[in-house]
Structure formats: C-alpha cells, structure tokens
C-alpha cells in the first residue's frame, strides 16, 4: 500500500455539516470529503461515512442539506461531529428549520444548499452523494469583515482536528 500522508497531510478541505431526513427521522453530521463536481448542471457531491447514522437517514432521503460554516461556529461544528444521532437529537441543541422536500436546514450557518440527490456512488468507506442544487440560502456576506462576525473565513479541517468523532473513523 501506498503511503499518502506526504500528499493528505498537506489538505486542508472545508468542513459542512450534511443534514438528512426520511421516514419521521433526522441526522447530521460533520463532512470534511464534499466538493462541486459538475459545472453544466451544477452537481455537489457529499460524502458520508457508512458507520455513520445520517449515512443510515441518508439512504432513505431524497434531499439532503449542506451548511457551511466559519471558524467561529466550532461549537456548532462540535455538535454535529462530536456527537453521534444514536444518542443524542443534535435537533434539540440548535436552531433548524424544514425546507424543499423536507430537508433540514441549519439556518445559522454560513450559507446552506438543498440538493435533491441524483445518484449514490460507493468510494469504499464513504459513499458520495450526488446531488443537484434547488434551494440555498445563508448569511449575507459583508465587504469588511471585521463589521461583521458571521463572515470569518469558513470552517476547515486544521479548525476542527480537535473535534473528537462520535463514531469510529476506522
């Protein structure tokens, strides 16, 4: 096997939180694999862990939500990547609202994107969800952010690395 530290030490992905919902159910969690993967038409992909229980709500779902977040939200970073859904309703701990096709969307983050899921593709231990844009919404951006708070630069993996998992990553 390969040794890829000396290439994967090096990234420091954005971290968003994935909402799910279906069959009365809501998870979510903490991503650190989610990118743009089509430019015409627009397409996301998210990936989540299969041990994870929004995987479980996820396979069921037809939407799902995606929030980023800045560097000072890592409480709310914390929730939702510290605490595993098997025994605690993150829900019960922030603010949440119901959008498109039901999706739960967490209205205090940075910026949010509702995207219907088109495809689920397996990548091994994580399974990427594909899904095409139909609503977003989020905070407005200010030109100087020191006026504003909420505009911090987003959230990354080195902000978040002392987040203890709710589930095993292995």
């Known amino acids: 096997m390969v040794d890829t530290d000396p ?3 090096r ?4 971290m968003c939180v994935v909402t799910a919902a279906a069959g009365g159910e809501r998870a979510g969690c903490l991503v650190g ?15 989540l862990s299969k041990v994870n229980r929004t995987y479980e709500v996820a396979r069921e779902a037809e939407f799902l939500a995606v929030h980023l977040l800045t560097s000072r939200q890592l409480r709310l970073a914390a929730l939702f990547g510290g605490e595993t859904g098997d025994e605690v309703d993150k829900f019960a701990h922030t603010r949440w609202t119901e959008e498109n096709g039901g999706a739960v969307v967490l209205p205090d983050a940075c910026a949010w ?17 594909v899904l095409t844009p139909v609503q977003v919404g989020g905070r407005e951006r200010h030109a100087d952010a020191s006026e504003a ?4 630069a ?17």
């Open 149 to 152: 708070p909420d505009d911090a």
């Open 11 to 14: 990234l420091n992905p954005d």
């Open 113 to 129: 994107l509702v995207g219907r899921i088109e495809q689920r593709v397996d990548g091994g231990d994580h399974v990427g969800f």
């Open 7 to 9: 290439f994967i030490d």
């Open 154 to 170: 987003l959230l990354r993996l080195a902000d978040a690395v002392t987040i203890e998992p709710g589930h095993p990553v292995d």
């Open 33 to 47: 694999f989610a990118s743009q993967c089509s430019m015409r038409p627009v397409r996301f992909v998210v990936w």
